[in-house]
T-cell receptor, first 114, second 115 residues
Framework: GDSVTQMEGPVTLSEEAFLTINCTYT??????LFWYVQYPGEGLQLLLK?????DKGSNKGFEATYRKETTSFHLEKGSVQVSDSAVYFC?????????????FGKGTHLIIQP | NAGVTQTPKFQVLKTGQSMTLQCAQD?????MSWYRQDPGMGLRLIHY?????ITDQGEVPNGYNVSRSTTEDFPLRLLSAAPSQTSVYFC????WGTGATGELFFGEGSRLTVL
Protein backbone atom coordinates (compact mmCIF):
# COMPACT_ATOMS: atom_id res chain seq x y z
CA GLY A 1 0.00 0.00 0.00
CA ASP A 2 0.87 3.66 -0.03
CA SER A 3 3.23 4.87 2.67
CA VAL A 4 5.24 7.86 3.82
CA THR A 5 8.55 7.64 5.69
CA GLN A 6 10.08 10.56 7.55
CA MET A 7 12.66 11.03 10.27
CA GLU A 8 10.91 11.05 13.64
CA GLY A 9 13.35 13.03 15.73
CA PRO A 10 13.28 14.94 17.88
CA VAL A 11 15.41 17.18 15.73
CA THR A 12 17.07 19.91 17.76
CA LEU A 13 18.63 22.94 16.08
CA SER A 14 19.85 26.36 17.09
CA GLU A 15 18.06 29.47 15.89
CA GLU A 16 19.12 30.56 12.37
CA ALA A 17 20.34 27.06 11.46
CA PHE A 18 19.48 25.40 8.15
CA LEU A 19 16.71 22.82 8.35
CA THR A 20 16.11 19.68 6.31
CA ILE A 21 13.46 17.12 7.20
CA ASN A 22 13.55 14.13 4.88
CA CYS A 23 10.39 12.56 3.48
CA THR A 24 10.15 9.66 1.05
CA TYR A 25 7.05 7.92 -0.21
CA THR A 26 5.76 4.85 -1.98
CA UNK A 27 2.58 5.08 -4.00
CA UNK A 28 0.88 3.04 -6.69
CA UNK A 29 -0.19 6.10 -8.69
CA UNK A 30 0.75 9.75 -8.98
CA UNK A 31 0.21 11.38 -5.62
CA UNK A 32 -0.12 14.94 -4.45
CA LEU A 33 2.28 15.66 -1.60
CA PHE A 34 1.81 17.79 1.50
CA TRP A 35 3.59 19.07 4.56
CA TYR A 36 1.43 19.77 7.58
CA VAL A 37 2.57 21.48 10.79
CA GLN A 38 1.20 20.97 14.30
CA TYR A 39 2.05 23.60 16.89
CA PRO A 40 1.79 22.62 20.57
CA GLY A 41 -1.80 22.07 21.67
CA GLU A 42 -3.25 22.68 18.21
CA GLY A 43 -4.55 20.74 15.25
CA LEU A 44 -2.65 20.19 12.03
CA GLN A 45 -2.55 22.92 9.43
CA LEU A 46 -1.34 22.82 5.87
CA LEU A 47 2.16 24.25 5.43
CA LEU A 48 2.72 23.63 1.72
CA LYS A 49 1.84 21.24 -1.07
CA UNK A 50 2.86 20.08 -4.56
CA UNK A 51 0.62 18.27 -7.00
CA UNK A 52 3.00 17.05 -9.73
CA UNK A 53 6.62 16.16 -10.35
CA UNK A 54 9.14 19.04 -10.11
CA ASP A 55 6.58 21.34 -8.46
CA LYS A 56 7.95 23.36 -5.56
CA GLY A 57 5.68 24.23 -2.67
CA SER A 58 6.63 27.14 -0.44
CA ASN A 59 5.21 29.00 2.54
CA LYS A 60 6.57 30.92 5.57
CA GLY A 61 10.16 30.43 4.34
CA PHE A 62 9.74 26.66 4.03
CA GLU A 63 10.19 24.90 0.69
CA ALA A 64 9.82 21.37 -0.64
CA THR A 65 10.26 20.03 -4.18
CA TYR A 66 8.36 17.03 -5.56
CA ARG A 67 11.06 14.65 -6.82
CA LYS A 68 9.49 11.78 -8.70
CA GLU A 69 12.81 10.13 -9.57
CA THR A 70 13.77 9.77 -5.90
CA THR A 71 10.17 9.62 -4.59
CA SER A 72 10.99 12.36 -2.12
CA PHE A 73 9.54 15.61 -0.79
CA HIS A 74 12.13 16.96 1.65
CA LEU A 75 11.23 20.04 3.71
CA GLU A 76 13.84 22.82 3.93
CA LYS A 77 14.19 26.22 5.55
CA GLY A 78 17.24 28.42 5.36
CA SER A 79 17.09 30.00 8.82
CA VAL A 80 14.81 28.57 11.49
CA GLN A 81 13.27 30.49 14.36
CA VAL A 82 12.15 29.44 17.83
CA SER A 83 8.57 29.86 16.61
CA ASP A 84 9.14 27.03 14.09
CA SER A 85 9.23 24.51 16.95
CA ALA A 86 6.44 22.08 16.13
CA VAL A 87 5.70 18.62 14.76
CA TYR A 88 5.88 18.35 10.96
CA PHE A 89 3.98 15.70 9.01
CA CYS A 90 4.60 14.65 5.44
CA UNK A 91 1.54 13.24 3.68
CA UNK A 92 0.28 12.07 0.31
CA UNK A 93 -2.97 11.49 -1.49
CA UNK A 94 -3.38 9.76 -4.83
CA UNK A 95 -4.47 11.90 -7.74
CA UNK A 96 -8.22 11.90 -8.13
CA UNK A 97 -8.52 11.72 -4.39
CA UNK A 98 -8.85 8.70 -2.18
CA UNK A 99 -11.84 8.18 0.03
CA UNK A 100 -9.51 7.03 2.77
CA UNK A 101 -7.89 10.43 2.62
CA UNK A 102 -4.31 11.35 3.28
CA UNK A 103 -1.57 8.89 4.17
CA PHE A 104 0.62 10.49 6.85
CA GLY A 105 4.14 9.92 7.99
CA LYS A 106 4.68 9.53 11.72
CA GLY A 107 5.73 13.13 12.20
CA THR A 108 9.03 14.86 13.00
CA HIS A 109 9.30 16.80 16.25
CA LEU A 110 11.41 19.91 15.65
CA ILE A 111 12.87 21.84 18.57
CA ILE A 112 14.58 25.19 17.94
CA GLN A 113 16.76 26.54 20.73
CA PRO A 114 17.52 30.25 21.11
CA ASN B 1 -13.88 31.82 10.71
CA ALA B 2 -15.07 28.79 12.69
CA GLY B 3 -13.77 26.08 10.29
CA VAL B 4 -13.83 22.69 12.02
CA THR B 5 -15.05 22.71 15.61
CA GLN B 6 -14.56 19.80 17.99
CA THR B 7 -16.05 19.32 21.44
CA PRO B 8 -15.11 18.54 24.11
CA LYS B 9 -11.43 19.47 24.14
CA PHE B 10 -10.70 17.24 27.13
CA GLN B 11 -12.55 14.24 28.56
CA VAL B 12 -11.80 11.61 31.17
CA LEU B 13 -13.80 8.38 31.08
CA LYS B 14 -13.90 5.20 33.07
CA THR B 15 -13.56 1.85 31.31
CA GLY B 16 -16.91 0.79 29.90
CA GLN B 17 -18.45 4.25 29.71
CA SER B 18 -19.76 5.62 26.44
CA MET B 19 -19.43 9.06 24.98
CA THR B 20 -19.65 11.06 21.77
CA LEU B 21 -17.06 13.39 20.34
CA GLN B 22 -18.71 16.13 18.34
CA CYS B 23 -17.41 17.60 15.10
CA ALA B 24 -18.97 20.36 13.04
CA GLN B 25 -17.72 22.24 9.99
CA ASP B 26 -19.10 25.34 8.32
CA UNK B 27 -17.26 25.11 4.98
CA UNK B 28 -19.84 22.92 3.22
CA UNK B 29 -17.27 20.16 2.83
CA UNK B 30 -18.56 16.84 1.58
CA UNK B 31 -15.69 14.83 3.06
CA MET B 32 -15.22 14.43 6.82
CA SER B 33 -13.01 12.10 8.78
CA TRP B 34 -11.78 11.14 12.23
CA TYR B 35 -8.14 10.41 13.08
CA ARG B 36 -6.46 9.39 16.28
CA GLN B 37 -2.95 10.51 17.13
CA ASP B 38 -0.73 8.39 19.34
CA PRO B 39 2.98 8.80 20.17
CA GLY B 40 5.18 7.10 17.58
CA MET B 41 2.15 6.14 15.46
CA GLY B 42 1.39 9.36 13.64
CA LEU B 43 -2.23 9.84 12.57
CA ARG B 44 -4.44 6.87 11.88
CA LEU B 45 -7.78 7.07 10.13
CA ILE B 46 -10.76 5.77 12.13
CA HIS B 47 -13.81 6.49 9.96
CA TYR B 48 -14.68 8.79 7.11
CA UNK B 49 -17.66 10.05 5.15
CA UNK B 50 -18.00 11.43 1.62
CA UNK B 51 -21.46 12.89 2.18
CA UNK B 52 -24.60 12.79 4.28
CA UNK B 53 -25.76 9.24 4.79
CA ILE B 54 -22.45 7.71 3.65
CA THR B 55 -19.77 6.44 6.02
CA ASP B 56 -16.97 3.93 5.81
CA GLN B 57 -14.21 2.43 7.92
CA GLY B 58 -10.62 3.55 8.00
CA GLU B 59 -7.53 1.85 9.33
CA VAL B 60 -8.58 1.50 12.99
CA PRO B 61 -12.41 1.43 13.22
CA ASN B 62 -12.93 -1.09 16.02
CA GLY B 63 -14.66 0.33 19.09
CA TYR B 64 -15.96 3.40 17.26
CA ASN B 65 -19.20 4.27 15.47
CA VAL B 66 -20.04 7.23 13.26
CA SER B 67 -23.05 8.64 11.46
CA ARG B 68 -23.54 11.50 9.02
CA SER B 69 -27.06 12.85 9.03
CA THR B 70 -26.11 16.34 7.83
CA THR B 71 -23.28 17.80 5.77
CA GLU B 72 -22.09 19.83 8.76
CA ASP B 73 -21.85 17.23 11.55
CA PHE B 74 -19.87 14.02 11.96
CA PRO B 75 -19.97 12.69 15.54
CA LEU B 76 -17.71 9.88 16.74
CA ARG B 77 -19.17 7.49 19.31
CA LEU B 78 -17.27 5.30 21.73
CA LEU B 79 -19.71 2.61 22.80
CA SER B 80 -17.68 1.05 25.65
CA ALA B 81 -14.46 2.92 26.31
CA ALA B 82 -11.21 1.00 26.84
CA PRO B 83 -7.80 2.26 28.05
CA SER B 84 -6.43 1.55 24.53
CA GLN B 85 -8.67 4.36 23.29
CA THR B 86 -6.74 6.93 25.30
CA SER B 87 -5.57 9.26 22.56
CA VAL B 88 -5.94 12.63 20.90
CA TYR B 89 -8.72 12.64 18.33
CA PHE B 90 -8.85 14.94 15.33
CA CYS B 91 -11.73 15.64 13.03
CA UNK B 92 -10.87 16.84 9.53
CA UNK B 93 -12.84 17.89 6.47
CA UNK B 94 -12.23 18.70 2.83
CA UNK B 95 -13.84 19.24 -0.53
CA TRP B 96 -14.58 16.06 -2.41
CA GLY B 97 -14.88 15.19 -6.08
CA THR B 98 -13.71 16.85 -9.26
CA GLY B 99 -11.16 19.57 -8.59
CA ALA B 100 -10.56 18.60 -4.98
CA THR B 101 -6.92 18.97 -3.97
CA GLY B 102 -6.98 16.58 -1.04
CA GLU B 103 -6.13 19.32 1.47
CA LEU B 104 -7.60 18.54 4.87
CA PHE B 105 -8.80 21.12 7.38
CA PHE B 106 -8.37 19.99 10.97
CA GLY B 107 -10.09 20.75 14.23
CA GLU B 108 -8.05 21.52 17.34
CA GLY B 109 -8.37 18.03 18.74
CA SER B 110 -10.06 16.26 21.64
CA ARG B 111 -7.84 14.68 24.29
CA LEU B 112 -9.48 11.57 25.73
CA THR B 113 -8.22 9.63 28.74
CA VAL B 114 -9.79 6.28 29.66
CA LEU B 115 -9.01 5.06 33.15
Amino acid sequence: GDSVTQMEGPVTLSEEAFLTINCTYTATGYPSLFWYVQYPGEGLQLLLKATKADDKGSNKGFEATYRKETTSFHLEKGSVQVSDSAVYFCALILSGGGADGLTFGKGTHLIIQP
Amino acid sequence: NAGVTQTPKFQVLKTGQSMTLQCAQDMNHEYMSWYRQDPGMGLRLIHYSVGAGITDQGEVPNGYNVSRSTTEDFPLRLLSAAPSQTSVYFCASSYWGTGATGELFFGEGSRLTVL
